[in-house]
């Protein structure tokens, strides 16, 4: 029998179940779970472990089902109350969790793979010091339930057998092209639209020309006529009358008929998009599986207490949306402990918990779902903010002064910006918040900010419900058609030529009490020709930005809001961000859709970047490599050589201290543990001895402990990265963030 048809479905029910062992396994340790609540926990871990085993080896893969087996003995241990699931077990049983979704790439799609299941089976929750005494750990048992009994409903608390809904798993992909063939019959239902309201414009252009000839007739009536033109004349025009009026009567009846076609065609496409937008939703609980075990596991690297709490998890997404969410989830977490949750011992001293919270919630509103990422940590001091960009370059000194505490909020969008005094492989390279705008902005999302100093931030995502339609506003911009997300705008205004007024070189208007910007449309899109507005005296302008932070764009005319399918724009335009898709019109033509996101960016940017005259210069930075092992030294010099820079070498930190005081670097790359020097000492001596105190050091060492980290960050290193997750990519970016070179 061939079992590859059985495969593919054996990994989603794999990871469906690894997710159901991962999210009760840190919700047990949370100690958030008591009785009832707590076993009817720990039993469904049980079964889905129990469940991958035996599909495991009803497939013939024993590897994956040994090291299954070996994770239910230890589970039903907990259970049976004979071993208490403190840190060390929960650690164990993730790490044969991991083992198991290791495994499975390697079996089913041909990954590489690095287990030894055998020494894997043979430690895995050994050396746990919490069996109770009263009750010894017995050597493994099979559990009394057969392999061949997961097909069958499990048993509920009540006794009886849970009533499964039928099933069926489908590939992506299809239903992708699904989600494209209803796009399709949308746009064929906006072309049968047009053709209908062209067959009413005929219908009127016939009643128009009923009317012309009657009014001929009675005109042609008062002049003389022999009787045989009269019988003619007659004859000709009852004719044209009649053709007239038949005409008229076919064209009421089709256009009845074909109105009523449409409807009905309207109201089977706006079901089956419906429908299709059903299939794609997934619960947010998808989002949040694996949250709350990169809080456990971040918390512990930083050496710092925190909780996670997640509400709205029954709300519903499209699913594309979620994958979307994904990276953006992970900064937002990151930045949460590691830049606003303070160390326990901090917090205790503030009077507030030794343990942080971290809180999640989704909710829908509307067509749109709001999702916010909240901490109780210490918040963002605007001045430190602004103090940052300037220091950065990434804003003038005038512009950061210029801004409201609001604006200076926003500056931690802007690519670069960090105010992390050392840079680590958990964040401090300014592209965390950065990604999350983007990554939002394609999907027709917007974030918002707020902090209060010593009280928490709060980020808050507002997202589209489906990417299946988009309400969108059809407006003309320099000769040319373009679509902005409705859902992107906060509404049109007239501008009054005698309202606008020019401050600080900006040309602003008051709306709603606010000082706004106002810019041409055409203009920040690079199209403009002439000023179609230089003898208007009001002119049309959208809303949008949010509306702490408005901006108007003056746009030529606004035509129509509709209901679009929006398709993406291809290889040749992918990586632009002004446009996010382009939309296809009933009468055949097409529209970009602008990304309002980055359209406020841009049109803020231009006022707010300031790049440093250091910036703008072209030479070759030179750096220095510090390591005592020419494998490594070597590696690094011909990854930044690659790159362009000018690159010296030094075997140990003595070594390094002579080239400095001989020449001059731009940045000094550096090993930890050398002979005679180490990099610890080298920095601090560089910073002390050599007075360079603003030259950047970048640590690249195999010590990952948090001890090390901060040991880096006393003595004056700008970036820390591990030889353990050394990555060229993330080198190449901290040295250009660090010398803007």
């Keep these: 029998m061939d079992l590859a048809s059985f495969y593919s479905q054996f990994r989603d029910e794999t990871a469906e179940n690894i997710r159901i062992v991962t999210e009760g396994l840190v919700a047990l340790e949370g100690n958030g779970l008591e009785g009832e609540a707590r076993r009817e926990r720990i039993d469904a871990i049980f079964r889905a472990m129990h469940t991958i085993k035996g599909s495991a080896r009803m497939l013939g893969l024993d590897q994956i089902g040994k090291v299954a087996h070996t994770c ?179 064209l009421r009846a089709q256009l009845e008929r074909i109105g009523q076609h449409t409807m009905h065609k309207a109201q089977l496409i706006d079901d089956l998009e419906q429908e299709v937008m059903a299939i794609r939703l997934t619960p947010v609980a998808t989002l949040y599986a694996n949250l709350p075990r990169a809080v456990r596991e971040l918390a512990r690297d930083l050496g710092k207490e925190a909780s996670l709490a997640l509400i709205g998890e029954t709300t519903e997404l499209d699913r594309k949306i979620i994958e979307v969410l994904t990276d953006p989830m992970v900064h937002l977490i990151r930045n949460a402990l590691d830049h606003g949750i303070e160390p326990a011992e901090e917090r205790e001293r503030q009077g507030k918990p030794r343990q942080g919270l971290i809180e999640i919630a989704a909710q829908a509103h509307g067509g749109r779902v709001l999702i916010s990422v909240r901490d109780d940590g210490r918040g963002m001091d605007p001045q430190q903010l602004r103090e940052a960009a300037v220091r950065k370059g990434l804003i003038g000194a005038d512009a950061a002064a210029a801004l409201s505490d609001q604006e200076a909020l926003e500056l931690i969008f802007m690519p670069g910006f960090t105010t992390a005094k050392i840079i680590t492989d958990v964040s401090g390279r300014g592209v965390g918040m950065d990604v999350v705008r983007t990554n939002l902005a394609e999907i027709g999302g917007e974030v918002q900010i707020e902090s209060q100093p010593g009280v928490g931030t709060t980020v808050l995502l507002s997202l589209p419900l489906t990417l299946v339609t988009t309400r969108v506003l059809l407006v003309e911009a320099g000769s040319q058609l373009f679509g902005i997300p409705a859902s992107g705008c906060q509404g049109t205004v007239w501008v009054r030529r005698t309202q606008i007024r020019t401050i600080e070189g900006r040309a602003v208007f008051q709306h709603n009490q606010v000082l706004t910007p106002i810019l041409r449309l ?67 033509r097409l529209a970009l859709l602008l990304n309002p996101t980055m359209l406020a960016q841009l049109g803020r940017g231009t006022a707010l970047v300031a790049p440093t005259p250091e910036q703008s210069q072209q030479r070759r930075a030179r750096l220095l490599v510090v390591d005592d092992s020419f494998a490594t030294r070597e590696l690094i010099r011909s990854i930044l050589s690659a790159a362009g820079y000018e690159v010296a070498t030094a075997v140990d930190g ?88």
């Design 72 to 250: 239910e003995h230890i589970l039903a241990a907990v259970r049976d109350g004979r071993r208490v699931l403190d840190r060390f077990l929960t650690d164990e049983l993730l790490k044969g969790s991991d083992a198991i979704l290791e495994l499975l790439a390697a079996a089913i799609d041909g990954k590489p793979s690095s287990i030894d299941v055998e020494a894997l089976t043979s430690h895995l929750g050994r050396g746990s010091p919490q069996p109770s005494p009263e009750t010894p750990v017995s050597p493994p048992l099979e559990p009394a339930q057969s392999p061949g009994d997961e097909s069958a409903p499990q048993p509920t608390s009540k006794g009886g057998r849970e009533r499964m809904r039928q099933t069926v798993r489908v590939r992506v992909d299809r239903l992708d092209r699904l989600l494209n063939l209803a796009g399709e019959l949308s746009i064929g239902r906006q072309i049968e639209e047009s053709h209908l309201q062209a067959l009413e414009e005929l219908k009127g252009l016939v009643e128009r020309q009923q009317r012309s000839l009657l009014t001929l007739e009675a005109e042609l009536r008062r002049v003389r006529l022999a009787p045989a033109q009269r019988d003619l004349f007659d004859r000709e025009m009852n004719g044209a009358l009649n053709a007239g009026e038949r005409a008229g009567s076919m």
């Design 522 to 588: 055409d203009e920040l899109l690079g199209i403009a020709n002439g000023n179609p507005f230089a003898n208007a005296v009001r002119m049309p302008a959208l809303l949008i930005g949010g509306v702490r932070r408005p901006m108007a764009l003056l746009i030529d005319r606004l035509i129509d809001e509709r209901e679009a399918v929006i398709k993406p724009l291809g290889p040749l335009l992918e990586k632009q961000r002004r446009y996010s898709g382009v939309l296809q019109l009933g009468d055949g």
């Design 654 to 741: 003595l070594d390094a201290l002579d080239r400095i005081r001989a020449e001059t670097y731009d940045l000094v790359v550096s090993d930890v543990e050398m002979p005679r020097v180490d990099g610890f000492t080298l920095t601090s001596r560089i910073r002390s001895e050599l007075g360079k105190t603003d030259l950047p050091v970048i640590i690249v060492t195999s010590l990952a402990s948090e001890a090390h980290r901060r040991r880096g960050l006393e003595v004056g290193a700008q970036a820390y990265i591990v030889k353990s997750q050394f990555n060229q990519n993330n080198l190449l970016e901290t040295i250009r963030q660090l010398i803007g070179m």
